[in-house]
């Protein structure tokens, strides 16, 4: 009853669960390529299959052999716990990301200049509105619109959420402030400088974004050093099965090493499965 149990069981976590590995290799080799989940789909379903065919001849046959649908939803757990764990790394990159677009304001205080350069009056504007040149007011406690260059008053700024100083920044007259950082005491006036994707939380929000999406250079090694491995771990798989099976069937070894009921084919299996099994527990996901 183990076993029948053992089959229900796994057979949810094997094409429940575990059904992304097969999709995703049934793609891979559509496009005439090998990655892991080409490994885990072949080690899972040997074992899988092996461990239902042993079922079924001991239920109709009475000599019961033993069987490792264990080994099928061990690996495939193993493998979507590290998929797990990569997808809570990305989802706190995502979380930083939410933060730092956060730090930009969503409106600012446009300062109107007449024909001789002079303040004839102040607009709130939307902060994507915002162009090279314009001059715009920070008020104490706001956060600065824009990359710019004070042009009047002085004040404290804290640019610890940009920056990492934690001690706050005078700024005066021709002094540069960055965009998102909060003017804690006086007012300010500050001409934009830069805009748009040009300003320097843009471009922190883009690098980051980039570098959550693309592939780190050590995952590019693996995934060629899986495309040349994991054929070479088949073919192996295959010799194995092949040299245990003739092995057995030339008397190279005592017949007490064989399992309960099993035979020199039950024997070369196992050592098979084991060959592409192991690597796929070895490779990171």
């Avoid at 089959?7 to 949810?12: I, K, N």
């Avoid at 099928?72 to 933060?99: H, R």
């Amino acid at each position: 009853m183990g076993d029948w149990l053992k089959w229900a069981l796994v057979t949810l976590v094997q094409f429940g669960v575990g059904k992304r590995f097969y999709i995703a290799a049934g793609r891979a080799l559509r496009n005439g390529s090998t990655n892991m989940d080409v490994l885990v789909a072949l080690g899972t379903l040997a074992s899988y299959f092996y461990s239902v065919c042993a079922l079924l001849y001991g239920a109709f046959t009475g000599f019961w052999s033993p069987t490792y649908f264990e080994t099928s939803a061990m690996l495939i757990t193993f493998e979507l716990l590290g998929k797990y764990l990569e997808c809570l790394a990305k989802g706190k990159t995502s979380d930083a990301i939410k933060k730092l677009v956060e730090l930009a304001p969503a409106t600012t205080m446009l300062i109107i200049k007449g024909k001789d350069r002079r303040c004839i009056g102040e607009r709130e504007i939307d902060a994507l509105l915002i162009q090279l040149g314009d001059t715009l007011k920070v008020l104490p406690g706001a956060k600065v619109p824009a990359d710019g260059t004070v042009v009047w008053g002085s004040s404290y700024v804290n640019e610890s959420m940009v920056t990492g100083e934690s001690i706050p920044v005078l700024k005066e007259v021709g002094s540069s402030v960055i965009g998102g950082t909060i003017n804690l005491h006086g007012a300010l006036h500050i001409q934009a400088t830069r805009v748009g994707s040009d300003a320097v939380l843009s471009q922190i929000i883009s690098l980051v974004e980039t570098a959550q999406m693309s592939k780190a250079p050590i995952q590019k090694f693996v995934d060629f050093i899986a495309s040349i491995f994991v054929p070479t771990d088949v073919t192996m798989a295959l010799l194995t099965l092949l040299g245990w099976y003739a092995a057995g069937a030339l008397g190279a070894y005592p017949t007490d090493w064989l399992p309960v009921n099993g035979n020199h084919f039950v024997f070369a299996l196992m050592f098979s499965i084991s060959v592409v099994t192991y690597p796929a527990y070895q490779m990171p996901p």
